[in-house]
Structures are given as structure tokens and as C-alpha cells.
């Protein structure tokens, strides 16, 4: 009988596959049950100074838990039921319900009890209380971002009570209670506080004036609102910090959400998909006649935000190191049980300097986030950790949230296809990453922010660079009169403002690496970042620095 050349290739076909089985892959252990803090020898370093006995204790519990496998499926469950909204009841009746998987509120509990959003305010006297802070958000932002938009919005927005002592005696007790109360009830019957920000617009810009929700001044220190806000993370808080516009200009007020004053005034017109941060709701609101408590003076509202602001930039800096860390760690763990042409995929050159160079970034970020938080403890004691708290903030904003979204790519790429798919920690890291940059304000207003606080006093640039000197030695003084002089163009220059945030982030970045990390680490820094052109593809390390040694510190072996 004729046979057909189909007939052909599928009977030999069928005996290839008979006789020679193809082998799968052996399974690499499951990236879980890691203590995220034991494992992290450049967090440890750039805390040495504020840690004791017991607060090593303490991030080691918080490390372990935010680590384990646990953690990392609650945090999964979150991210694969976000928020929904319930318009309107059985009868018809509107009734704005956001219905939330317990998992996030898990979520929310865990960080709200481990003083999230207000440890670094509560009394004490050691100066460490922002470090303290910023090492438990860097440990919680490794599993998950969403939820912490919400405690990071509650912690900044306590700011803004120093201008109104009435309220802030109401409202701070409340938030530093540790408890996460979540029933929507008026404040007088809540165990526990957490407050938005509803500052966005449809059309909002770097132009912070330009702000199209009405405000009345009403019965002397109320606002009354009309308009709406876009992309309020957490839409069902307690209370809402809204800046809208007065005779007199932008005027800040807190806006409790449940009180009886506000009865069917706030209203939820649409859930926002903004591409990651799955496990939050982020949403467009309606204010129609809702009346909150003035802060500070009527058309005074950039000014009651700009600590507001900074705090979150100091934030999203901190969340931003965390997110990157994961994701290295992800990549390496992969690397190092994942076979390619016969060896394992760290023991081949390019992937193994690809990997060296994402950890190396990675640590700049954690030594940055926290020497910027080292500066918050001692800016009432040191003109220079002033200076850098009020400088560095902004530049290692700008820095950390351009570059971070790369760096979760860069590692999605390198675990491969598995890592795309939107539920993998990989590709959630990645969107999380993207998303975040976006909700403390854009890159560009940060580094705006920064030039401007430089034309309005040029010595704290100086009190900045001397501190940052200190550390970076005699021999990187070029590096500190470069920054100098490109900071006093930028003042008078706009267009320079990116270049001068990326250069001082950069300095600060490698001045933090100088003073807590091995000499190797920071000059491997200092060569591939400063002194030469760096390039946005990572991998490009060179001969001169030992891949597996800086991989090795950076990222230790299970």
C-alpha cells in the first residue's frame, strides 16, 4: 500500500517519542521558608549602628514571617481576588461596598500591629525610630506591595495633624494604637484609624495649584467639598487628606469618611486598574458637599503637604529597595538550581555578571534607603543629616523608582517564561514596581522638587555633599565637586534636574556603600556607576570584578 510522506513522519514520530522519553528538569526547592532578614547581609551592615540585642531580634521574627511560604501564599490570595465594587444593593439603593478578600486584611493587620504607620511617631529617645521602621517595610515590601500604599499614606499623613492640635489629639490616638479596625464606622466608635490620600486629579500635573475641586470655608475651620479625585488608594479608609481650591488658594483638610456629617456626601464612581498593586483598590471618588477639618491656613495647603510628600518619597525610596531585593533574590535562587548546556545557570559567565550586577544595584538601593532613613533620626542633632533628609529624599525617590521597574524586568527575564505570567512573585513585582511609581507623584516632580529646594538655599546642598564626603574618602572628592557643580547649574537650569537627582542619589547611594559594606562592593559601585558611563542593560560588569564573590555577599546561598 502507498504510504503518504504524513504517514511516514508520523509513525517515526510515534517511535521517537516511544523510545526516547524525554527528561523534565529536576524541581529546584521552593523560594519560601527564608528568613528575610538573616539572609540579608547588606540590610544588617547599614543597620549596625541602631541595632541591639532585641531589635535584631525583632526583624528576625518579622523577617522570618514575611519569608515564609505562609506569607507569600496569603499575599498570592490577595493579588488574585483584588477588590470589587458593590454599587448598589438588592433593592436598588446605592451603597458603595468594596468587598475585600480577608487576605489583604491579613495583610493589613500583620503591618498595622508590626507599627507601620505609626511607630516612627510614637515617643522615644534612642533616634532610630525611622531606621526601625524603614528595615520592617523593606522586610514587608518583599511579599507584598498593595496594602502598603494604605499604611504608608497613614504614616505620612500624620504630618499634616501637626496643623490642626484639636484633631490630631482625636485622630493620632488612634492610628497609634496598632490595631486594624476595618468597619466603616465614625471615628468615635473605631478602635483603630488609617487615612488616604486623595490629592490626584483627571488632570493632574507637576503644577500642584492647579487644583479643580472646589472648597468653601465653612463655620470657620471646615471645608466644604465639590468635585473628585482620581487613583485614592484605599478608598475606604477612615479619613481622607484632599487638597482642593479656596478664594485663597489650595487648601488642605482631613475628611472622615464615616461620620454622620458625611452621610451619602463620598461616593466610589469607579474601581482603577493602574496594571499592578493588585491587592489594593484604587479608585476615582465623588465628594459632593462632604465637609472635612481645615489644616493650617486657608490656601496654605502645598505647605501642610510638603512633609507629607517627603514622607512618602522616604517610602516609596524604601518599598521600591525591598521589591528589588526580592526579585534578585527570586533570579539568583533560580540561577543556582537551574541547569543550561550541562552546568548551572550561575556558573555561566554572562548570566552570572547579569546577576552581579542586578545584586550590586539591589544593595545600592538597600544601603540608600536606609542612610536616608539614618538621616530623619538625626536631623534635630546634625546639620549635615538635615540637609541630607531634606535632599537626598527626593534624589533617591527619583533614582530608585526609575531604575527599580529594570531591575524587576531584568530578573523576570532571567528566571524566563514561567516568571511572565501575572501571578508569579516575579511578574507581580514588576507591575507592583511600575505601578508604585506612579503614586507619590511623578519622577520629574521629585527631581523639581529637589532644584528647587536648592534654589531657595544653597548651603544645605553643601551641608548635603559634606556629609556624604565624609564617607566617600579623599579620593572620591572629584565625585562630591562634580555633584556640586551640577546642583548649582540644575538651580538655575530646570532642564538638569533629572541629571542632578540621578548624580546625588548615585553619591549618596555609593557614600552609604563606603561607610557599611565591604571596600569591593562600593568600588565596584563607584567604577561601573560614576566613573563610567553607565548603561541601562544590566550584565555589563567587566573582568575587573569577581561576579561570583559579589553575589555570594550580596545574595548568600540558601
Same mark, same amino acid.
Request: aromatic share 6%; glycine share 6%; proline share 4%.
Given at each position: ?31 519560601? =521558608? ?18 541591639? #540585642?532585641?531589635? #535584631? ?57 508590626? /507599627? ?32 502598603? &500604599? ?48 486623595? %490629592? ?42 484632599? %487638597? ?22 463620598? &461616593? ?7 496594571? =499592578? ?21 486657608? /490656601? ?11 514622607? %512618602? ?70 546639620? /549635615? ?23 524587576? %524586568? ?23 514596581? &511600575? ?6 507623584? &511623578? ?23 559634606? #556629609? ?68 541601562? /542593560? ?21
Amino acid at each position: 500500500m502507498h504510504k503518504t510522506m504524513d504517514d511516514t513522519l508520523n509513525r517515526r514520530v510515534g517511535i521517537r517519542r516511544a523510545t526516547e522519553p524525554v527528561s523534565s528538569p529536576a524541581r529546584p526547592p521552593e523560594y519560601a =521558608g527564608l528568613n528575610t532578614f538573616a539572609s540579608d547581609p547588606v540590610l544588617a551592615a547599614t543597620l549596625d549602628s541602631a541595632l541591639d #540585642e532585641a531589635g #535584631e531580634d525583632h526583624l528576625k521574627a518579622i523577617g522570618a514571617y514575611w519569608g515564609s511560604a505562609e506569607a507569600q501564599e496569603v499575599a498570592r490570595i490577595a493579588a488574585a481576588c483584588p477588590p470589587q465594587l458593590r454599587r448598589t444593593d438588592f433593592d436598588g439603593y446605592r451603597v458603595d461596598q468594596l468587598e475585600i478578600h480577608p487576605a489583604y486584611h491579613a495583610l493589613m493587620n500583620r503591618s498595622v500591629t508590626a /507599627g507601620l504607620a505609626s511607630s516612627a511617631w510614637e515617643d522615644g529617645d534612642d533616634r532610630r525610630q525611622h531606621r526601625m521602621r524603614a528595615a520592617v517595610l523593606y522586610l514587608t515590601a518583599q511579599c507584598d506591595r498593595g496594602h502598603l &500604599t494604605q499604611v504608608c499614606a497613614t504614616h505620612a499623613s500624620v504630618a499634616a495633624l501637626a496643623y490642626a492640635s484639636d484633631l490630631e489629639s482625636e485622630l493620632f490616638p488612634l492610628v497609634a494604637t496598632r490595631r486594624y479596625d476595618r468597619k466603616p464606622a465614625a471615628l468615635s466608635e473605631k478602635g483603630g484609624a488609617t487615612i488616604t490620600l486623595a %490629592l490626584t486629579e483627571r488632570d493632574s500635573c507637576a503644577d500642584r495649584s492647579a487644583v479643580a475641586m472646589r472648597g468653601e470655608v465653612v463655620a470657620g475651620d471646615r471645608l466644604r467639598l465639590a468635585g473628585d479625585k482620581w487613583f485614592v488608594c484605599a478608598p475606604a479608609a477612615d479619613v481622607a487628606l484632599v %487638597l482642593a481650591r479656596t478664594i485663597e488658594g489650595p487648601t488642605a483638610a482631613m475628611v472622615p469618611r464615616y461620620g454622620p456629617e458625611n452621610a451619602d456626601t463620598i &461616593t466610589i464612581e469607579a474601581l482603577r486598574d493602574v496594571g =499592578g498593586l493588585a491587592s489594593q483598590a484604587v479608585a476615582s471618588l465623588s465628594f459632593q458637599g462632604a465637609t472635612g477639618r481645615i489644616l493650617g491656613e486657608p /490656601g496654605r495647603g502645598l505647605h501642610v503637604l510638603r512633609d507629607v510628600r517627603t514622607l %512618602l518619597q522616604l517610602d516609596s525610596t524604601i518599598v521600591a529597595a525591598g521589591a528589588m531585593r526580592a526579585a534578585v533574590g527570586r533570579a539568583v535562587h533560580h540561577a543556582r538550581y537551574r541547569e543550561s548546556f550541562g552546568k548551572l545557570l550561575v556558573s555561566h559567565p554572562l548570566h552570572a555578571r547579569l546577576l552581579a550586577d542586578l545584586a550590586l544595584e539591589s544593595a545600592a538601593h538597600t544601603a540608600l534607603a536606609m542612610r536616608v532613613a539614618a538621616g530623619f533620626d538625626q536631623a534635630f542633632e546634625r546639620d /549635615g543629616d538635615h540637609a541630607l533628609a531634606r535632599l537626598v529624599t527626593p534624589a533617591a525617590r527619583f533614582y530608585t523608582m526609575t531604575v527599580a521597574p529594570q531591575v524587576a %524586568l531584568a530578573c523576570t527575564e532571567a528566571i524566563g517564561g514561567a516568571a511572565f505570567d501575572a501571578l508569579h512573585p516575579a511578574a507581580r513585582l514588576h507591575a507592583d514596581l &511600575t505601578a508604585l511609581a506612579q503614586w507619590d507623584g &511623578t519622577a520629574n516632580e521629585a527631581a523639581m522638587d529637589l532644584v528647587m529646594q536648592v534654589d531657595r538655599d544653597k548651603a544645605v546642598l553643601q551641608d548635603a555633599l559634606g #556629609e556624604l564626603g565624609a564617607d566617600l574618602g579623599n579620593a572620591n572628592a572629584d565625585l562630591i565637586e562634580d555633584t556640586l557643580e551640577l546642583g548649582e547649574r540644575a538651580a538655575g537650569d530646570a532642564s538638569l534636574a533629572r541629571a542632578f537627582a540621578e548624580q546625588l542619589a548615585m553619591v549618596a547611594a555609593a557614600s552609604a556603600m563606603r561607610r557599611n559594606l565591604p571596600r569591593v562592593i562600593a568600588d565596584a559601585y563607584i567604577a561601573t556607576r560614576l566613573r563610567e558611563r553607565f548603561r541601562a /542593560g544590566f550584565g555589563t560588569l567587566d573582568g575587573r570584578f569577581d561576579a561570583a564573590a559579589i553575589l555570594d555577599f550580596i545574595v548568600p546561598e540558601d
